[in-house]
């Protein structure tokens, strides 16, 4: 099913001014959606909101069910292995040992991170933590994928890389996927659909009809300066 949200905002108890105001929204399914906006300006609330981790006060939200996220710095439980990492939520869903076995060792070979499967999480780098973060959130097999700033504390060759796992993970699975980022290059190089957020409203959605690999195609740049000109303008 297609996430929809209309007129949606939503305030914080703590906050006096709204972080996402007003906002209608339809995303269809399969479809790759990247948010970006400079910080503050509502991007992990609209991720919070259509994971029902947060409750709009005003509009509403139709969303899949079954949505996984994967946070910054994979938010790994330090006590479990990396395969326990992954297994979690099908456990939590009482899957057979069977199943568990079989879903964990696919996304573990999906995210390349395999031969780490009886490692800690601080024993591994920051890409594999993020991968197995990754993992964790394909493995229960979610309608949408919620992916909030996955690459903002990894180096840029290892971010290439995920980037590119991530687009793979995409076409193979189908799944829709939504993606934060602040950086323009980053959004343009993976998304369907670039969606420029300020101040808790929608500024305007891009569409990038590109093949991949971008990064070296023709369009890239021109697409990254039409965004990179409305991200700037006052
Ligand atoms: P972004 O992801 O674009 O950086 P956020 O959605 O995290 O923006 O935040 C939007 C606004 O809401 C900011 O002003 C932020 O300080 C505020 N905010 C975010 N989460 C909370 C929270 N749990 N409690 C209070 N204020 C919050």
């Known amino acids: 099913m297609p996430i929809e949200l209309r007129s949606v905002t939503k305030t914080y108890e703590t906050e006096k001014t709204p972080a996402v105001r007003d906002i209608s929204l339809r995303i269809a399914p399969g479809e790759f959606v990247c948010f970006i906006g400079p910080s503050g300006c509502g991007k992990s609330t609209v991720l919070k909101l259509i994971s029902g981790l947060e ?44 199943h568990v076995m079989r879903a964990v060792y696919q996304e573990l070979d999906a995210m390349k991170i ?20 990754i993992a964790r959130a394909l493995a229960v097999d979610p309608e949408v994928l919620l992916l909030d700033e996955p690459f903002s504390a990894l180096d840029p ?45 929608i500024e305007a959605d891009f569409r990038v009809d590109l093949p991949y690999p971008r990064r070296e195609s023709e369009g890239f740049h021109r697409d990254v300066m039409k965004i990179r000109r409305e991200f700037f303008r006052a």
């Open 55 to 98: 409750t709009p006060e005003r509009g509403t939200i139709e969303a899949p069910q079954k949505t996984a996220m994967s946070f910054q710095f994979g938010a790994l439980f330090p006590w479990l292995t990396v395969f326990e990492n992954v297994a979690l939520g099908l456990r939590t869903e009482g899957k057979s040992e069977t």
């Open 114 to 133: 395999r031969e780490f499967e009886h490692k800690y999480p601080a024993d591994l780098s920051g890409g594999q933590r993020q991968r197995v973060g």
């Open 157 to 201: 060759q290892t971010t290439a890389e995920l980037h590119d796992d991530i687009i793979d993970a995409w076409r193979r699975t189908k799944k829709t996927i939504i993606l934060v980022s602040h950086l323009i290059e980053e959004a343009v190089s993976m998304g369907e659909r670039v969606v420029l957020m300020k101040a808790g409203r």
